[in-house]
Nanobody, 116 residues
């Protein structure tokens, strides 16, 4: 079992920045891909960014150039630095961890609200 705890969400004005953190505990060894997803009201959950254990990253087109995902493999923590935030970035942000055994684990989510 892997437990994920997100932090760093909140209310920010358009153009502002926030940094999300997701700490993994439990059976941390074997986690390969970690990522951030988001779900806005009335919309499906979508991938925001993901990072492999080796540091390879991938971003949604809507956030590329504004968001940066990073990872501390020693602390088993993944971060999402969000700059130039827009009202359309408002959503609940979820952390996801993929274990090499094939299991996916999700955090409870953290709310990001961007005011115009």
């Amino acid at each position: 079992q892997v437990q994920l705890v997100e932090s760093g969400g909140g209310l920010v004005q358009s153009g502002g920045s926030l940094r999300l953190s997701c700490a993994a505990s439990g059976s941390r060894f074997g986690i390969d891909l970690m990522g951030w997803y988001r779900q806005a009201p009335g919309k499906e959950r979508e991938l925001v960014a993901q990072i492999s254990s080796g540091g390879t990253t991938d971003y949604a087109d809507s956030v590329r150039g504004r968001f940066t995902i990073s990872r501390d493999n020693i602390k088993n923590t993944v971060y999402l630095q969000m700059n130039s935030l827009k009202p359309e970035d408002t959503a609940v942000y979820y952390c996801k961890a993929h274990h090499s055994y094939g299991m996916n684990y999700w955090g409870a989510g953290t709310l990001v609200t961007v005011s115009s």
